[in-house]
């Protein structure tokens, strides 16, 4: 039977198994838009922004392990789609894109609407294609969620011209794809896996960097049980943070320049490091000449690519993560390095990650955060916030955090939990923002009340673009450039300094927050911390917002100063 | 640094082309030339291209040209027995009775093909290496001056059947 374009792409959605679509009409997506109407297969979510909508479909995949779909007109909610389907594909989350496009006669033209959007995301998603022929439509959607979900999983782009939506072809939809070029391997070489174990046992100061890669491949259980069977410490990226319980004995901290002081050390005195998943990110490294020197490194990624690029390794493994940790496990045997293990413990002892100061300090939220909530999934919008987040959140196999991590995308933390509540409905979801990130993708607080999403948003408010005013504090003489979100045209020029009079914050987040039908709360004292997040989470109806009101000058320590080794470390903030 | 060869084998498809030079750009790789010409499957694209690299970089660029989808096949040629040649025209212009007869005369000795010709300038062919060609356009280049204009075509490569030497 003959049928349109687009019923084609209704029919394709459901042979995929998609659920729900975040979707935004728009003049070369009507057609699309009507052959969904009435489609109760599919639960169509209409977010405010196309940023916030991406962003959305980006925490649903996260969260979830399926495939998160987008739909947009063209022109501007292509475009509005860019900085989300960056966000993700840096992060290895899989989104299929589809964008309306002018008919095919009009490409070209400088129509109404019309932008190359295929041009212009193909430096910054794993695939993205036109479709020319109303034939061609169902094998590249196949081929867009094979794409999508196989290998190091990313985003695809199909742009869809709408003479191709309305267009009357076959309605057969391919149960097979086959793409010469694309074959996401499958196999796991022994002869590197009986080396990299050789290695390993041998070992005297061994310890495991786990990336996000192992969440990813969800193999969190099988890690945990690499890291018991042979004793080695684990040291992750902040990706990678949750691949093995956060309060586990073996679990050392984060990496990295903002990581703990056991783990920045362990990794520059190791014998052996044993990554897996992570692609040595000038975050994690400090300076490349250093990092790791004197170590064996032994590096499984599914991506080649990302294998000796920054740092040279001894044994390669191309490999998804959990079949190489299930080969991995099969030679795994204790290791005698207890000597090692109480050191690094020694470390940890002597060096917590801890913010020590009296009163509301984030650390405090946080552990609050840990405690309140049991079955969660916690965003992070990024800056001091996200980092506050990676460094306190116990996270575990009931707790997954969703952080943009690669693009490092503010506004990212409050869309990203509308996604991952609308697919997880049973599982509290917090959102821990800051008061700048918060207010970039503000608008999709309507998208929340109209779905009736109970999200806690925690947003730690010091009135400034914390991280960037932090550097500016460290490393560029207190010149506050631009980061001071209370500034107004009556204060002093240049100022450098936060006091009593500076201008009342704005918006005022609880009445925001009251304006769309939200519940806020303005938590000023720490002991107000735990009631608030009580609050929040017995309420089940709409989105909490708490404004925590927390020091303005607070600083994300440790941290490794730019261009430095990563156990080159400050430690503590001078005033502290 | 050394100077590198790849053919690729990718789909004939519209953006193929942008996507790999965008990769080359994107990534602040050297590219020194590329051709593109559909093979005897009309649904594969050749494409030879040459680059200036060191090692580690070259890696690079040959997995990042791996993981696009619609790459099938990456070669390296840098090393390996092939015949490669570049065509190129050189036209030159303003040319006397003399300079005629000197052309015609570097056309006896240099493998090149005078194609065309009028009363003051002359058109040449060279299928040769691009290292070959560059010599020509130096000798050239040095005997008239300002008065020669060059289409270089970059070079295409296949493997060799018997010989050994490149």
Known sequence: ?576 | MKKRWLCLFVENEIGVLAGISGLFSGKSYNLGSLTAGVTEDRTISRITMSLTSDDRTFEQVKKQLNRRVEVIKVVDYTDVAIHMKELMFIKVSGCSAKDMEEIFRISQIFDITVMDYNRDAVLIESVNTENYNNDLIALLGKCFANRIEIVRGGSVAVEALSITDR
């Not at chain 1, 900085?83 to 006669?105: E, H, K, M, R, W």
């Not at chain 1, 070992?203 to 990336?211: D, E, M, Y």
């Not at chain 1, 703990?260 to 000038?282: E, H, P, Q």
């Open chain 1, 1 to 576: 039977m003959d049928i349109t374009g687009a019923e084609l792409f209704v029919k394709a959605l459901k042979e995929e198994q998609v659920d729900t679509l975040f979707a935004y009409p728009g003049g070369q997506a009507i057609d699309l838009f009507d052959a969904l109407y009435g489609e109760d297969d599919i639960n169509v979510i209409l977010p405010r922004h196309e940023q916030g909508l991406v962003h959305a479909a980006d925490g649903y995949a996260r969260s979830t392990g399926k495939v998160g779909v987008c739909l947009v007109t063209s022109g501007p909610g292509a475009t509005n789609l860019v900085t989300g389907i960056a966000t993700a594909n840096y992060d290895s989350v899989p989104l299929v894109c589809f964008t309306g496009q002018v008919p095919t006669g009009l490409i070209g033209n400088d129509a109404f609407q019309e932008v190359d959007i295929v041009g212009i995301t193909r430096s910054i998603c794993k695939y993205a294609v036109t479709v020319y022929k109303r034939e061609d439509l169902a094998g590249i959607v196949k081929k867009a969620f094979y794409i999508a979900k196989t290998g190091k999983p990313g985003v695809v782009v199909v742009d869809l011209p709408k003479d191709i939506q309305r267009e009357y072809g076959s309605d057969g939809y391919p149960e097979k794809v086959e793409i010469r070029g694309y074959k996401p391997d499958c196999s796991v070489h022994t002869g590197q896996i009986k080396k990299a174990m050789e290695l390993l046992n041998h070992a005297q100061r061994p310890v495991f960097l786990i990336g996000g890669g192992v969440k990813i491949s969800r193999a969190n259980k099988e890690m945990l049980k690499l890291a018991e069977i042979t004793g080695v410490p684990v040291i992750t990226t902040i990706m990678g943070k949750g691949a093995i319980p956060a309060v586990h004995d073996l679990y050392v901290g984060n990496i990295g320049i903002h990581g703990s002081y056991a783990a920045n050390t362990a990794i520059s005195k190791c014998d052996v490091l044993f990554s897996i998943g992570t692609r040595f990110n000038d975050r994690i490294t400090g300076k490349t000449e250093q990092f790791a020197s004197g170590a064996s490194i032994i590096h499984v990624d599914i991506d080649a690519a990302s294998i000796s690029r920054n740092i040279a390794v001894d044994v390669p493994i191309v490999a998804d993560a959990k079949m190489a940790i299930d080969k991995l496990i099969e030679k795994a045997k204790p290791l005698d390095i207890k000597a090692w293990v109480e050191q690094i413990g020694e470390w940890k002892k002597q060096y917590p990650v801890t913010m020590k100061k009296d009163g509301m300090t984030p650390e405090k939220i946080i552990q609050a955060v840990n405690r309140t909530f049991d079955n969660a999934v916690i965003t992070t919008d990024v800056g001091q916030n996200q980092l506050w987040a990676t460094q306190f959140l116990d996270l575990n196999e009931r707790k997954q955090m969703l952080t943009s991590g690669g693009l490092g995308t503010m506004g990212y933390g409050f869309p990203a939990a509308i996604g991952a509540q609308i697919g997880n409905p049973e599982t509290d979801v917090v959102v821990i923002s800051g008061d700048g990130g918060m207010q970039m993708n503000i608008q999709e607080m309507a998208t929340a009340i109209v779905y009736e999403l109970p999200i806690t948003i925690c947003i730690l408010n010091n009135g400034y673009l914390g991280n960037v005013r932090q550097w500016q504090e460290m490393f560029f003489d207190r010149r506050y450039s631009s980061t001071c979100m209370r500034y107004r045209k009556s204060c002093i020029a240049n100022c450098n300094t936060p006091t009593e009079c500076c201008p009342q914050y704005t918006p005022d987040f609880i009445k925001l927050a009251e304006s769309y039908g939200a519940k806020g709360i303005r938590v000023t004292d720490e002991k107000e911390i735990m009631p608030a997040l009580e609050t929040a989470k017995n309420n089940r109806k709409v989105p909490t917002v708490i404004e925590f009101i927390i020091d303005r000058e607070e600083n994300v320590m440790p941290i490794v100063p730019p261009t430095n080794a990563l156990n080159n470390m400050i430690l503590e903030s001078e005033d502290s």
